[in-house]
């Protein structure tokens, strides 16, 4: 009978010197055990109260955390990514909506993402994740996806191998403005040299030049650091903290009061959203010092085409010469293999 009662019980009985099937011999016996009694009840219930507060104060920690984490991969630009191979299944953080045209609460398969990707991207992005599962190489990858407009826009990819030998997590970034200002300098810079050869003023096109050069050093310095933040390190830290997190999701008040990493999470993530933020303000500063460059570029270039006063030149050209050079410009050796050109130039 008395593997019926609970031990605590038990205890109290012993302590009273009473058994379960017995009354006390005295009412200061009974009183005694009333009062023990109601004192574990107290205690039990200043438990249950602290408990109950811990849990309360852990749950509006977390709270605030999830919304440290998902404004520090807002004003970064970026979300996190894990793909498992085994269930082809890739898990989005929220962000991803504002990026490309997924659902964040859904899952995708691989090649419903691949849809998204541009179609000179895909083949070199399957054969780098095919890579990293089969040999445990992590990767960097530029591609073009289509974002929430329907256009085609600019991201980075960066993956990591997780423990399984299936899995994979990273970011995605967006670098498309990065992209785009690189364009608008190779154009400009082109459309400089073709200037400054068909006006024939080479003392006016080796001082254009050397201003072009100047600002070119500029942006390059600005593209440089701009591609120094993207690259640092924390970036692969934030999705550790979140495999972390999402790894002990079963006791995550426990892992993040008692075990030594998950103490150290929140002041980690308050620390890098400050660090997020002061990166975005410095990138923003970048930005534009490479739109005012720019600007001053095709200023550079309007003013020398004012005062060259010249739309064009006649030059002899060697036709041969010009039409494999076109060749050269458009083939593409590794899709144009079952492409086989002839050339059979007749001298006049």
């Not at 970011?171 to 403005?177: A, E, Y």
């Not at 923003?284 to 720019?294: C, H, K, Q, R, V």
């Amino acid at each position: 009978m008395e593997n019926q009662y609970h031990k605590l019980l038990l205890r109290q009985l012993a302590r009273a010197e009473t058994k379960p099937d017995e009354l006390p011999d005295s009412l200061d016996k009974w009183q005694a055990f009333l009062f023990r009694i109601n004192k574990t009840y107290q205690e039990a219930d200043q438990e249950r109260y602290l408990l109950e507060r811990s849990m309360e104060i852990s749950s509006r920690e977390m709270m605030v955390l999830n919304e440290k984490l998902e404004r520090a991969q807002h004003v970064a630009r970026l979300c996190y990514w894990l793909y498992s191979s085994e269930h082809d299944e890739i898990i989005w953080s929220r962000e991803i909506h504002s990026l490309i045209k997924l659902d964040s609460m859904k899952t995708q398969t691989f090649v419903e993402f691949l849809k998204l990707v541009h179609p000179d991207d895909r083949a070199k992005l399957q054969k780098l994740v095919i890579k990293a599962l089969r040999d445990r190489v992590n990767y960097t990858y530029e591609m073009r996806l289509l974002d929430t407009s329907g256009q085609y826009q600019w991201f980075r990819t960066i993956a990591e191998c997780q423990g399984e030998g299936n899995q994979l997590s990273g970011v995605l970034i967006d670098i498309d403005r990065d992209k785009k200002n690189e364009e608008k300098i190779k154009e400009l810079s082109q459309k400089l040299l073709m200037t400054a050869h068909r006006a024939g003023m080479s003392e006016i096109a080796t001082s254009v030049l050397h201003n072009i050069g100047n600002i070119l050093n500029s942006l390059n310095i600005s593209l440089n650091m701009l591609k120094d933040s993207f690259l640092e390190s924390y970036y692969l830290k934030l999705f550790k903290v979140i495999e972390m997190i999402r790894n002990n999701q079963q006791n995550l008040v426990q892992f993040l009061m008692e075990d030594p990493k998950g103490k150290l999470i929140a002041e980690y993530l308050i620390a890098l959203g400050e660090v997020l933020v002061k990166e975005r303000n410095k990138n923003l500063e970048e930005l534009t010092s490479i739109e005012d460059d720019l600007q001053h570029i095709k200023d550079i270039v309007s003013m020398q085409q004012t005062f060259s006063g010249v739309s064009g030149v006649i030059e002899k050209i060697y036709i041969p010469e010009l039409i494999e050079t076109a060749l050269q410009i458009t083939a593409n050796p590794g899709k144009d293999k079952l492409i086989h050109f002839e050339k059979n130039f007749m001298v006049s």
